[in-house]
Every structure is written in C-alpha cells, then in structure tokens.
C-alpha cells in the first residue's frame, strides 16, 4: 500500500536506527507537541528503537488534555439550559468537569449530539431553528479553519441559532513557554497537522532566538525516525534550523486558503493552557464581527466554580517534566475506561498512550 508499507518498512526504519545511533554522543531531549506523534511514537515502540543519551517528551500537543476544566464547566452549563443543543466531537465526552462531564449530562436527559465536523453541527442547527446549537470547538491551528469555515457558512446561510464556543489555541507561545520555564528541549518534533496550515514561519523564532531545531514530521516510524536523526544531526553539529520530513504534505508556505480564512474569523486573546497558566495571544476567539456566533458574548451563563483533581500531574506531564509513570493515580485510579485526567482520556494524551502501548519514555 503506497505511503503505508514504504514508511513501516524495517530495513529502511533499521538504517536509519544505525544512522542515529552512529552520530548521536550528547545527551538530549527531543520533545514532540503533537498528540498524534505521541500515539504513534509509542504505538511503533519508537523509544525503545534510540540509544539511552537520546530522550523523548511529550508536550502539550492534545487540544483536550491542555483545555481547561472551566472550559467543559461552561459547556456543562450551556448543555441544562432550555432549548439548547450542544454539538461536540466525541473525545470531549468523558472529559471531567468540576462535578460532572457531558456524558453524565447526557444521561441525565441535556440534549447533547456527537458529531464528525461542524458541518454536521450547522446543519443540525438548521433543522432545529427555535433552539440554539452550540458546537464545542478545540483544537489547534489544524481544526481551527474548519471552525472558522463553519461560521462564514452560517453566517452565508443566515443561520442566527448556531453559535461556536471556542478553546483553539495556537502552537507557538506553548513552545516558547516551556523553553521559558526551563524544561531542558534540544529540539522540537515540530507538528505535521498542524503545519500543513502554518508553513514554517512560525518556527523561525524558535531556532532563532532560542537555538532549538524544530524539525516538522510525518506520523509513520520511518518519519519519525528521520525526523529525530535530522534533530540529532543538528544538535551534534551545533546547527539548528526548520526542516521539513513531512514533505509530503507539508510545504514552506503552509496552506494560503485555510490561513485566510483562519484569520477572517478569528483574533488572537490570552489563554489558558494546562501547566503552563495563562498565556499570551496563545487562543483564538471570534472577531467583534462574527459575535453573532460567539457563544461566550451571546449567551451568559452562570459557571460553577472550577475544581481541579487532586493527585492528577497532567500539568507536569504536559510540560515534559514527569512521566506517565511518575503518577500515583496511573494506572490504579486513572485509566482509559474510568479517567481522572485529561491526559488519560484522550486517545492523543500521554497517559493513554503508555496505558495503550507501554511506559518506556
């Protein structure tokens, strides 16, 4: 199968094993933010494949692990009152709020519906138009066109009772943040997904200013193999830069229409992300001209006040800075069927990736 079985082939992913292990003398920490890569670094066994002085993180690259539990509090809220529909995807469900989740509220009797794209949300506010549908929208710069497409479509069609409730973010003050707060990075697994969108400005500064190599990769073992041996080769030899392994899908320039359309709709605003607080332009909320669709400006709702898990690290693990393992819920009282943390709920988390796939990281 073309671009399946070439990218998993174990000859090509042994030579490049052989490559990293023949250049590779300093201890490092590569760090990919990209829930994806997390899955399939772990799903592929990737760790196990790197000499010792090589180490992997795993940053805040899953849009539900880094969203705030106000975030679902809200949405919580939205969801009992009167004549509301929400529209999510699925893995928002079981997330824990303060005191409940949307699948609880469901049970209880709110009117909650799974959809696959906001698409589906759009029309499901057509067919309901004395009610107000309200689509859960997270994510980073990967689904946030497709939001922003969403509310240029109800706008164009006149739909008045749809309106997005927004948590996107945007990569780049995250990766900033960490290297701020000290976590020892030599060099980023930069974010297939969400480069196919960007291109490879918003990088520039990382390699710039901070002397870090993002090396933008594929979601297969041999991509993520040549990746971290591009990484490696740069940290040997002292010579960060942007690179592109994702070549495939990736170019310079990033996707000109979705960008467009991304910056018609939406404006940058503070944000908060789990474990690294509040931070600047880091989200993304609808202009002044869209606040028609804006749930957060048309509908006010009291929100309880947000209580955070005892005993859950998602915030030390989101940073790189504890493993997995290192938490005393893993495993015993946080796992995939019953989650205390938003990193185990998400098939994209961290916690649900060593759960899934083994603990090595």
């Not at 002085?53 to 539990?69: A, D, E, F, M, T």
């Not at 930069?190 to 993002?214: F, N, Q, R």
Request: glycine share 10%.
């Amino acid at each position: 199968m073309k671009y399946i079985d070439e990218y998993r082939d174990k000859e090509i992913v042994a030579t490049i094993v052989a490559g990293i292990r023949r250049i590779s003398r300093k201890e490092i920490a590569l760090m990919e933010v990209c829930g994806g890569h997390t899955m399939a670094i772990h799903k592929f066994g990737i760790p196990y494949l790197l000499p010792e002085n090589i180490k992997l993180l795993s940053g805040p690259g899953c849009p539900v692990c880094v969203s705030s539990r106000h975030y679902i509090d809200q949405a919580i809220a939205y969801s009992r009152l009167n004549n509301t529909i929400i529209t999510t995807f699925g893995d928002l469900m079981r997330v824990p709020g303060s005191t409940s989740s949307l699948e609880k509220e469901k049970a209880a009797g709110a009117e909650i519906i799974i959809v696959y794209s906001i698409l589906d949300a759009l029309q499901i506010a057509e067919r309901n138009s004395s009610k107000k549908v309200i689509f859960l929208a997270i994510g980073f710069e990967t689904t946030a066109p497709g939001s922003a497409a969403g509310v240029l479509n109800a706008a164009n069609r006149g739909v008045k009772n749809f309106l997005l409730f927004s948590s996107h973010k945007v990569m780049p003050p995250a990766m900033k943040a960490l290297i701020h707060e000290g976590v020892k990075i030599d060099g980023y697994i930069a974010p297939g997904h969400v480069s196919t969108i960007t291109g490879t400005d918003m990088y520039k500064e990382i390699t710039d200013k901070y002397g870090l190599g993002c090396v933008i990769s594929g979601f297969e073992p041999v991509d993520l193999l040549q990746s971290i041996y591009m990484l490696v080769k740069q940290a040997e030899t002292g010579r960060p830069a942007v690179e592109i392994q994702y070549r495939r899908a990736v170019r310079p320039e990033g996707n000109l229409k979705a960008k467009e359309i991304l910056n018609e709709v939406f404006t940058y605003r503070d944000d908060w992300w789990r474990g690294l607080g509040i931070l600047k332009d880091s989200g993304l909320a609808p202009k002044p001209r869209y606040r028609e669709w804006d749930a957060e400006q048309m509908i006010p709702v009291d929100v309880e006040e947000t209580r955070e898990e005892k005993g859950c690290i998602c915030g030390e693990i989101l940073k790189g800075l504890k493993s997995p393992g290192d938490c005393k819920l893993f495993g015993r009282d946080c796992t995939p069927s019953d989650p205390v943390g938003t990193c185990m709920v998400s098939n994209e988390g961290s916690c649900h990736a060593f759960y899934k796939y083994g603990r090595k990281g």
